[in-house]
């Protein structure tokens, strides 16, 4: 196993605030992965991916790339802007050389079922026109956090076996605050290595939630959920290798945190 960390986004620390400077603080600080945030648009030009790209593989960092927020695949009214939006972030993910778009899918609307329906029809179509372009990379689905949105870890373990090129993205975060503080790390493991992916992609945070669900990030010493526990599950899983992503509001210092914590039950750090 091998298990890369890294932040969701320029690191904190970061002098300049652009991705190459994002991703030579990453490097700085000893973490080996960045996710590439496009949450509010997908304004990076294809030389800049091509740059990026290069000097993250030059670096040894694994890439992955998060789609726009405003994405909802289960209201037929927005599904094509929606899928556009993923599409532009999966073209700038191959340049870049990252390995996966991760996109929060959508709402349920009026049932869960036509919900499903309309999310694997739009994967479907979206992973035709990946295959068509020849483009290197994957769908995540991430696992959401309000009961409103469609994205439960079966739903996506569930669009994965019809679309193997869709995978689940989990993000422990949002399946705490989903469950109202509750979270089996033994379970999802057992559900992840179910699918046999050749490598896997997560987040992290602290996280503050309502009876409706995730509210705001916090930082890791929330311990809300408990990385320690985490960690520990994961060891125990050998579920291969895999990527953390900070998502909490200090970014790299957590990632930081988590390497110790790593350390700490058992894992030799390989960079």
């Known amino acids: 196993m091998k298990i890369f960390l890294g932040p969701a986004g320029v690191p904190v620390t970061s002098k300049g605030r652009s991705t190459t400077d994002g991703l030579k603080r990453v490097a700085e600080l000893g973490l080996n992965a960045m996710e590439i945030e496009f949450v509010r648009g997908v304004n990076m030009s294809?030389?800049?991916a091509k740059e990026a790209?290069?000097?993250?593989?030059e670096l040894e960092i694994?890439?992955?790339?998060h789609a726009p927020?405003?994405?909802?695949?289960c209201n037929p009214k927005k599904v094509e802007d929606s899928k556009k939006r993923i599409l532009d972030a999966c073209e700038r993910a191959h340049y870049l050389g990252a390995w996966v778009v991760v996109f929060h899918p959508g709402y349920y609307g009026a049932s869960k079922e036509s919900a499903f329906d309309h999310v694997l029809s739009a994967c479907e179509d979206m992973n035709e026109t990946i295959e068509k372009k020849g483009w290197n990379v994957m769908?995540?689905?991430e696992t959401t956090g309000k009961t409103s949105q469609f994205g439960t870890l079966d739903e996506n373990i569930a669009i994965h076996k019809k679309i193997k090129n869709c995978i689940p993205v989990i993000d422990f975060s949002h399946i705490f605050a989903r469950n109202m503080g509750k979270v089996d790390f033994e379970e999802i493991f057992e559900k992840m290595q179910s699918i046999k992916l050749s490598r896997y992609h997560a987040h992290f945070s602290g996280i503050e939630y309502t009876n409706k669900g995730e509210k705001?990030?916090?930082t890791i010493d929330s311990k809300k959920p408990d990385f320690k526990k985490l960690a520990e599950s994961l060891l125990r899983s050998k579920i291969g290798d895999i990527t953390i992503i900070s998502e909490s509001p200090i970014l790299e210092q957590d990632s930081?945190?988590?390497r110790e914590i790593l350390k700490d039950v058992g894992y030799v750090w390989k960079k």
């Not at 790209?53 to 593989?57: E, P, S, T, V, Y």
């Not at 694994?62 to 790339?65: K, M, P, Q, R």
């Not at 927020?69 to 695949?73: A, E, Q, V």
């Open 46 to 48: 294809i030389n800049l």
């Open 53 to 57: 790209g290069k000097l993250a593989k």
């Open 62 to 65: 694994l890439l992955s790339v």
């Open 69 to 73: 927020y405003y994405i909802n695949l």
């Open 139 to 141: 769908l995540g689905l």
């Open 216 to 218: 705001r990030h916090l």
């Open 256 to 258: 930081l945190k988590m």
